[in-house]
C-alpha cells in the first residue's frame, strides 16, 4: 500500500467522515487509525507503535508544531487580556459609530485581514479577536466572519513578498538567491489567491451569498444590528478603552515581525562557517527580505508573542486597567479557548504522519513527472489540480510546495521559458485552495477558532465559494498554458482578464438565478 493510491485513503476517509458527520475529533482519529492498520500490515503491536510512536508522540515533539502550539496558548491569553480589560467592546462600540452597516463591518475585516501579511497563523487569530466584537454587532455570522478571515490569511501570504510563505516558497527552490526573484515573477499569475481577494470584495459588495452559507447568512445580504451583548461586552469586567486593544495588537505585530527577522539572523553580525568552528559574514545581517526568508516562523511568532504579552502585563498594570489576580486568570482562560483548536491541530498532524509514512507525497510527486513532457501547455493546470488534490487530502499546503515545485523546476530547467514560470504559480495556488477547503487544513482549523466557529461549518460553507474560484482559476490557466509563447506579460494579461469577467460573470448569473428562485418561492 506504501506509494500507491492507498497511501491518500485514510485523508479521504478522515475528510468524508468529518463532512458527512459534522463531527472533526472521531473522523480525524478514525483515519489515524486506518493509516497505521496501513502501515503496519495488520501486525497488533506494529499498529500501536505506528500511530503512538510515529504518529502523536512524533508530531507533539517536533519543534514547529511546539513552537505553534505556544503561539497559539500565547495569542489566547491576549484575546483573552483584552476582553477582560474591556478593549474589545471598547472597540466594537468605537467601531458602531463609524462602521454604520454590515457592509462595512465585513469591508473592514478584508481589509485588517490584508494588512496582516506577515504569517497566516497570526492573521486567523489577530483579525478574529480584533473584529469579532464588530461583525457581533452588524449580525455577520461567524461562518461568514470565518470564510473572510480563511480568505485573507493563505491567499494574502502568498502574494505576499515579505510574509513566511514566501520565505518557505524560496527555500523550496534550488536557485540559491533567486528564490524570491521567482516568487515576485509567480505573483500575477497566482489566480486562486487574486480571485479569492476579488470574489470577497465584490460577494460584500454585492449583498450575496449562496451555497450552505445561506442557513446562516441573508442570501441577500441585507444590513441588521444586533441588540445583543457580544462575547467581549460579557467577559469585560476592566475599564479599559480602545487603547486597550489597539496598543496590545499593534505591539504583538511589531514584536511578531521582530521576532522573525530575529529567528532568520537579521541581528547577528556573524553565523557559523561550513567549517567546524568558523564564523563568517552572516548573508542576512541588516537585509530584511533575506532575514525573513531565513526566519523560523514558528520561533519567531512564540518569541513576538511571550514579548507582546509582557509589555501588555506591564502597560495594563500601570494603567489600573486589571488588577494582578484578574490578569493572571486570563492565561489559562486563553489556554481553554483554544483547547479545540490545539486538538484538531494534533489530529491533523497525526493524520498527515500517516499519509507521509505511506507514501502518499512520492505518489502524486510521480504522476506530476510522469505528465510534465507530454502536456506542456496544459501543465499549469494540471499542476493545479494535483497541488489542490495534495493539499485537501493531506491538510498541508507548504508540504504541496515542497513536493511539486521542484518537479516544476525539474521539467523546465530554462529559467527563460515563461511555462515555469507559470506551473510554479499554478503549484502555489493549488495548494493554498487545496488547503483554503481541507478540514484537515491547520489555517482553516485557525480560521474556525478565530471567529469561534464550528469547523465543519466553516469548512461547509466555504467550499462552495473556493470551488467556485478554483473553476475560474482552472481556466485561467489553460489560457496561460496555451499563451505561455506570448510571453509573461501577455500571457499574464489575457489570462487574467478571462478570468476575472468569468468571476463576475458567473456571481451576477447566480445571483439572478437564485433572486429569480427566491421570488418564486415567495408566490408559491
Not at 506504501?2 to 485514510?10: A, D, E, K, Q, R
Not at 497563523?121 to 470565518?146: A, W
Not at 502568498?158 to 526573484?181: C, K
Amino acid at each position: 500500500m506504501i506509494g500507491t493510491f492507498w497511501s491518500l485513503v485514510p485523508a479521504i476517509v478522515a475528510i468524508a467522515l468529518a463532512l458527512i458527520s459534522k463531527e472533526v475529533y472521531s473522523s480525524l482519529f478514525v483515519g489515524i487509525l486506518i493509516g497505521g492498520v496501513f502501515y503496519s500490515g495488520l501486525s497488533f503491536t506494529g499498529f500501536f507503535s505506528h500511530v503512538v510512536n510515529d504518529g502523536f508522540i512524533a508530531q507533539l515533539s517536533n519543534s514547529w508544531n511546539v513552537g505553534i502550539l505556544v503561539f497559539l496558548v500565547l495569542l489566547g491569553a491576549m484575546v483573552s487580556l483584552m476582553n477582560k480589560a474591556g478593549g474589545s467592546a471598547a472597540f466594537g462600540n468605537w467601531a458602531q459609530k463609524h462602521i454604520k452597516t454590515k457592509v462595512g463591518a465585513q469591508l473592514a475585516t478584508i481589509c485588517l485581514g490584508i494588512l496582516i501579511f506577515i504569517d497566516d497563523y497570526f492573521n486567523c487569530l489577530t483579525v478574529g479577536s480584533v473584529m469579532k466584537p464588530v461583525t457581533d454587532k452588524y449580525g455577520v455570522s461567524k461562518e461568514k466572519l470565518s470564510y473572510l478571515i480563511d480568505s485573507t490569511a493563505a491567499p494574502i501570504c502568498i502574494i505576499a513578498p515579505i510574509s513566511s510563505w514566501a520565505a518557505a516558497v524560496a527555500g523550496f527552490v534550488s536557485e540559491g538567491e533567486n528564490g524570491i526573484a521567482l516568487f515576485c515573477k509567480a505573483i500575477p499569475f497566482n489566480f486562486y489567491a487574486l480571485f479569492t481577494i476579488v470574489m470577497m470584495f465584490t460577494l460584500v459588495l454585492m449583498r450575496f451569498e449562496y451555497g450552505p452559507m445561506t442557513k446562516f447568512e441573508n442570501p441577500f445580504g441585507e444590513s441588521r444590528s444586533s441588540d445583543e451583548k457580544t462575547t467581549a461586552e460579557k467577559e469585560a469586567v476592566g475599564n479599559g478603552g480602545v487603547i486597550d486593544l489597539i496598543l496590545p495588537v499593534a505591539v504583538l505585530i511589531v514584536m511578531c515581525v521582530l521576532g522573525m527577522i530575529y529567528s532568520g539572523g537579521f541581528f547577528a553580525a556573524t553565523v557559523p562557517g561550513k567549517v567546524e568552528g568558523e564564523m563568517v559574514a552572516n548573508p542576512a545581517y541588516l537585509n530584511f527580505i533575506e532575514a525573513f526568508a531565513s526566519s523560523d516562523a514558528s520561533v519567531g511568532l512564540v518569541l513576538g508573542a511571550l514579548a507582546a504579552l509582557i509589555i501588555t502585563f506591564v502597560v495594563y498594570m500601570s494603567r489600573g486597567v486589571l488588577k494582578f489576580k484578574e490578569f493572571m486568570s486570563c492565561i489559562p482562560d486563553g489556554f481553554k479557548s483554544m483547547v479545540p483548536a490545539i486538538l484538531i491541530l494534533t489530529l491533523a498532524w497525526t493524520l498527515k504522519g500517516m499519509t507521509d509514512s505511506l507514501g502518499a507525497a512520492s505518489y502524486v510527486a510521480g504522476l506530476v513527472s510522469r505528465s510534465a513532457g507530454a502536456f506542456k501547455m496544459f501543465l499549469p493546470a494540471i499542476v493545479f489540480i494535483v497541488a489542490i488534490f495534495l493539499a485537501f487530502s493531506t491538510g498541508t499546503s507548504w508540504g504541496t510546495f515542497g513536493i511539486l515545485i521542484p518537479i516544476c523546476i525539474a521539467a523546465f530547467p530554462d529559467t527563460s521559458d515563461p511555462i515555469r514560470v507559470i506551473s510554479i504559480s499554478a503549484c502555489m495556488a493549488g495548494a493554498v485552495c487545496g488547503d483554503h477547503t481541507s478540514p484537515i487544513s491547520d489555517t482553516t482549523i485557525m480560521a474556525s477558532a478565530g471567529a469561534g466557529c464550528n469547523h465543519v461549518n466553516h469548512v461547509n460553507t466555504q467550499i462552495y465559494y473556493a470551488m467556485t474560484v478554483a473553476t475560474i482559476s482552472f481556466v485561467s490557466y489553460i489560457v496561460a498554458g496555451c499563451t505561455h509563447s506570448l510571453g509573461l506579460l501577455v500571457s499574464g494579461i489575457i489570462s487574467f482578464s478571462v478570468g476575472i469577467v468569468s468571476l463576475f460573470t458567473t456571481l451576477i448569473v447566480l445571483k439572478k438565478l437564485l433572486k429569480k428562485r427566491a421570488n418564486l418561492e415567495r408566490n408559491l
